[in-house]
Structures are given as structure tokens and as C-alpha cells.
């Protein structure tokens, strides 16, 4: 199966530049140091299992749709549903115009039960919200590690850990996306095997409590061995040129930064 991921947005929460901020970084007139919030599309393009899938709907989702040329998504897969991953699921509604169809929306029960606290009234009885018709949405329980599908195409749910949180990463075919992570089991490292492309959390270079720093991004990278890794979710402490040279000079050009509008293919 023949996979290109785009990367949407490869910032942490506030995304980069932060409104205020003075930094080199948000000063920094290279476009790989301007980060949406973090979100990918990945798209297979065998005949007889194409999908186009969403990882997180973040207040950006509108700016990055267009951006990309997205017109259609057949699923959006949830990891968590902290504001930066899911507050653009409104705009979701735009697809619904297009295909005439509810979105298929994939998330764990945790995440289902906060999505519909959240975004009440999109399954409320009546659906005349402010004179307006809320998103249609489709939703689809998910189990860690237990694949399902999409159009044909097999995803795998990846448990980690984000802190104290347990949140999902994805795997389709031989590339997997994992953001917001301070560690992952050996279970779900072992449903990582023979993987070409992992784009994985690498906040920043100095320790957080619920993310990788990049010293520990390569430790897990080192675990996990695939062809190639980018590092995603990144702050405004880190000036990509710079960064980006040490990370590929410490492993021989394995590990790379993501920026906003890369494209990968597997």
C-alpha cells in the first residue's frame, strides 16, 4: 500500500509564533519555524483501499484544509482530546456540504464521552443550533491495539502515555503517527515492527512531564528502529535549521524535525 502523510501543523499547543512573543523563533523569517497546531492527512492511493484520513481536528483544521487542498475526509481519527487536537471539530461541517454525508469519527469511549461533552450540541435532539446545522458525525468506538478499518484500509491504535494520560497513536501500513507522548510501552512497541516512517512527539530539548524532549524522542526512536523519524509537536524554543543539523548529525540523517506542509511518503 502506497501511503503519503502531510504534515498540517507540527507546533505544541499555542501553536508558533505565540501572539507577544520576542523569541528568535517567533521572529524567525524561515517558514519551517511558523507551526500550526499539530495534525496530519494521510492518504492511500491503491485502487481498491484509498482513504483520506484526518489525526485530530485542532482549532486549525479550517487554515490547514485549505492550505493543504483538502476536499474530502473518510474518517477523522482522535489521539486525545485536549483543545489543541479536537476544538475544530465544528468545521468539520464543511465536509458534511461537500459529501452530503456525516464524518466518520474514530476515538476511544474516554474521548467519545468528552467530545460529546464538549461539542453538546452537536448531538442534541434538536439540531437548529443557533440557526445553523451542526456538524453530522458518524462516531466509532476504537480499542487500543486492536485494528479496525477504514475504506479498506487497516489502522492500529497505538496506546501511550501523555503524563498520566492515556492517549492513541496510529498506525497504516508501514508508517505510524504518535504526538503528545511521555512514553510507550513495550506492548505497543511491539506493534511497531518492520515500520519505515514514525513521526513522533519531540517537544523541545529541555525535560517536560507529559512530553519527549528530544533526547528521550531518540531513545524511543532507538527502540522502535525504523527507516526514518521526524519529530512533531514542537515549541517555539526550537529554531528548526539549527535543531533539525544536530538531530540529523546525531543519527546519521535517521531523525529530521517536521515542519508545517511536509509531505511523507511510504
Do not use: W
Not at 452537536?122 to 480499542?143: C, K, T
Not at 511497531?192 to 517536560?208: A, I, P, Q
Not at 538531530?247 to 508545517?260: F, H, I, S
Amino acid at each position: 500500500m502506497n501511503l503519503k502523510l502531510t504534515i498540517l501543523g507540527s507546533g505544541t499547543s499555542t501553536g508558533v509564533p505565540i501572539p507577544g512573543c520576542t523569541c528568535r523563533v517567533c521572529l524567525s523569517s524561515d517558514p519551517r519555524d511558523n507551526r500550526l497546531r499539530t495534525s496530519a492527512f494521510i492518504e492511500t492511493t491503491n485502487p481498491g483501499s484509498s482513504a483520506k484520513l484526518l489525526i485530530d481536528a485542532g482549532p486549525d483544521m479550517r487554515q490547514q484544509a485549505l492550505r493543504a487542498g483538502i476536499t474530502a475526509v473518510s474518517a477523522v481519527l482522535v489521539t486525545h482530546t485536549h483543545a489543541d487536537h479536537i476544538f475544530g471539530i465544528d468545521d468539520l461541517r464543511s465536509f458534511n456540504f461537500t459529501s452530503r454525508a456525516p464524518v466518520p469519527l474514530f476515538a476511544t469511549p474516554a474521548s467519545i464521552a468528552e467530545i460529546k461533552r464538549f461539542f453538546h450540541y452537536i448531538f442534541e435532539p434538536d439540531q437548529d443550533y443557533l440557526g445553523s446545522r451542526p456538524p453530522q458525525l458518524n462516531i466509532e468506538q476504537i480499542s487500543p491495539g486492536r485494528a479496525f478499518s477504514v475504506a479498506g484500509v487497516s489502522i492500529i491504535p497505538l496506546p501511550v502515555m501523555h503524563g498520566h494520560m492515556e492517549v492513541m497513536g496510529f498506525r497504516v501500513g508501514n508508517l505510524a503517527y504518535i504526538t503528545d507522548c511521555s512514553s510507550i510501552p513495550q506492548s505497543t512497541v511491539d506493534l511497531l515492527s518492520g515500520l519505515k516512517v514514525l513521526v513522533l512527539d519531540g517537544l523541545r530539548e529541555r525535560e517536560h512531564p507529559t512530553h519527549l524532549n528530544h533526547e528521550m524522542a531518540l531513545r524511543e526512536i532507538e527502540r522502535i528502529a525504523p527507516e526514518k523519524a521526524y519529530l512533531t509537536h514542537i515549541t517555539h524554543e526550537v529554531l528548526h535549521e539549527e535543531s533539525n543539523q544536530k538531530l540529523r548529525e546525531a543519527t546519521a540523517g535517521q531523525v529530521e524535525l517536521a515542519y508545517d506542509g511536509l509531505v511523507i511518503e511510504a
